[in-house]
């Protein structure tokens, strides 16, 4: 009889992975059965976006809106919208082998096109195992509201970065302070509500969405560390 499903919690030095494992089986017992996922709890339409100019059969790409609750303790409160991508898989039920949920890093990397790049650069008996997800974290990019708090802040001319006199230690004190302060200002709420947990209950919102029991993932950098808490919080 086939064992349940783990959540391997690793990091891989070289690409960073964090995946869903099947556990070991006994002599002779056949592959376990995956969950086909669905998709029906998400709406998907075409995607009108440049990011994926490069994604080979652009047409595949699907793209949706998620709202999920800004404070997830307040499920009938404010609500945050997370933008999604999707590329199904084309393997039969027999090869397939779920969905990849994807994450960039960051934090606050924009996470929407690297479904579709890490899709496209594996050899297609790989990539075509999975339904690929990705979405841009809530804060982010596409997903609103997005969290902007100074646009010019990067803007030249600026000080030196290393504070080698106190003037310019000053200087960037008082610049960092004006941009916590626009933040706070702007988005009072949403600064509350975007922590590590914040985002993986996100990703336990999109597993929903999609009906599936039990995701794959692939994180990149900071993205590691959202799987580990993420096996953390939902160890089955």
Same mark, same amino acid.
């Given at each position: 009889?086939?064992?349940?499903?783990?959540?391997?919690?690793?990091?891989?030095?070289? !690409?960073?992975?964090? #995946?869903? =494992?099947? &556990?070991?089986?006994a002599h002779?017992? $056949?592959?376990? /059965? *995956?969950?086909?996922? %669905?998709?029906?709890?998400?709406?998907?339409?075409?995607?009108? !976006?440049?990011?994926? #100019?490069? =994604?080979? &059969?652009?047409?595949?790409?699907?793209? $949706?809106?998620? /709202? *999920?609750?800004?404070? %997830?303790?307040?499920?009938?409160?404010?609500?945050?919208?997370?933008?999604?991508?999707?590329?199904?898989?084309?393997?039969?039920?027999?090869?397939?082998?779920?969905?990849?949920?994807?994450?960039?890093?960051?934090?606050?990397?924009?996470?929407?096109d690297l479904?579709?790049?890490?899709?496209?650069?594996?050899?297609?008996?790989?990539?075509?195992?999975?339904?690929?997800?990705?979405?841009?974290?809530?804060?982010?990019?596409?997903?609103?509201?997005?969290?902007?708090?100074?646009?010019?802040?990067?803007?030249?001319?600026?000080?030196?970065?290393?504070?080698?006199?106190?003037?310019?230690?000053?200087?960037?004190?008082?610049?960092?302070?004006?941009?916590?302060?626009?933040?706070?200002?702007?988005?009072?709420?949403?600064?509350?509500?975007?922590?590590?947990?914040?985002?993986?209950?996100?990703?336990?919102?999109?597993?929903?969405?999609?009906?599936?029991?039990?995701?794959?993932?692939?994180?990149?950098?900071?993205?590691t560390y959202?799987?580990?808490?993420?096996?953390?919080?939902?160890?089955?």
């Open positions: 009889m086939n064992k349940p499903l783990s959540l391997l919690a690793a990091v891989v030095v070289a !690409s960073g992975v964090i #995946a869903t =494992v099947p &556990g070991s089986t002779g017992s $056949a592959p376990r /059965a *995956v969950q086909v996922a %669905h998709l029906k709890g998400v709406r998907w339409h075409g995607c009108n !976006s440049y990011r994926y #100019a490069y =994604v080979v &059969g652009f047409g595949s790409v699907r793209c $949706a809106t998620l /709202a *999920v609750p800004m404070n %997830h303790k307040r499920p009938h409160g404010k609500k945050v919208k997370l933008a999604l991508s999707l590329i199904r898989h084309t393997s039969s039920a027999k090869h397939y082998e779920g969905v990849m949920l994807s994450n960039p890093g960051g934090p606050g990397g924009e996470g929407l479904g579709p790049y890490l899709a496209n650069s594996l050899p297609q008996k790989v990539s075509g195992r999975y339904d690929w997800i990705s979405w841009d974290p809530r804060g982010v990019g596409a997903s609103r509201p997005a969290l902007t708090c100074d646009g010019g802040y990067f803007k030249g001319p600026r000080k030196p970065y290393r504070p080698t006199t106190k003037a310019i230690l000053r200087y960037w004190q008082k610049r960092s302070k004006a941009y916590a302060d626009n933040c706070e200002r702007k988005f009072p709420d949403l600064l509350r509500h975007i922590t590590t947990k914040d985002t993986v209950r996100d990703m336990e919102a999109i597993r929903k969405a999609v009906k599936v029991h039990k995701i794959n993932y692939y994180g990149y950098s900071y993205g959202l799987g580990q808490v993420y096996s953390t919080l939902h160890p089955t």
